[in-house]
Nanobody, 110 residues
Framework: VQLVESGGGLVQPGGSLRLSCAAS????????MNWARQAPGKGLEWVST???????SYADSMKGRSTISRDNAKNTVYLQMNNLKPEDTAVYYC?????RGQGTQVTVSS
């Protein structure tokens, strides 16, 4: 299992980012994919899940502000985040099958 996240960066409050996770080493199309995040000094927090058949779920903290999606042809999962807040600052990880990538830093600051 290999997971490579990208798309993080510095954004002002109220801004948007789209994170990507390129996956390989397993059968992507039938696998549930997750996004999780870890803020400085805190534990890993689940953010969102998309099942192999496209069903989605979100943590209350991100519900209404984020959209998870997948492109099975590209073995890629995305997380579109809107109306970002300073408390969304964290390293965001793509996870599946007990594995996670190296993460991508999201910093929300003016």
């Amino acid at each position: 299992v290999q997971l490579v996240e990208s798309g993080g960066g510095l954004v002002q409050p109220g801004g948007s980012l789209r994170l990507s996770c390129a996956a390989s080493g397993f059968i992507f199309s039938s696998s549930a994919m997750n996004w999780a995040r870890q803020a400085p000094g805190k534990g890993l927090e689940w953010v969102s899940t998309i099942s192999g058949d496209g069903r989605t779920s979100y943590a209350d903290s991100m519900k209404g502000r984020s959209t998870i999606s997948r492109d099975n042809a590209k073995n890629t999962v995305y997380l579109q985040m809107n109306n970002l807040k300073p408390e969304d600052t964290a390293v965001y990880y793509c996870t599946t099958k007990g594995r996670r990538g190296q993460g991508t830093q999201v910093t929300v600051s003016s």
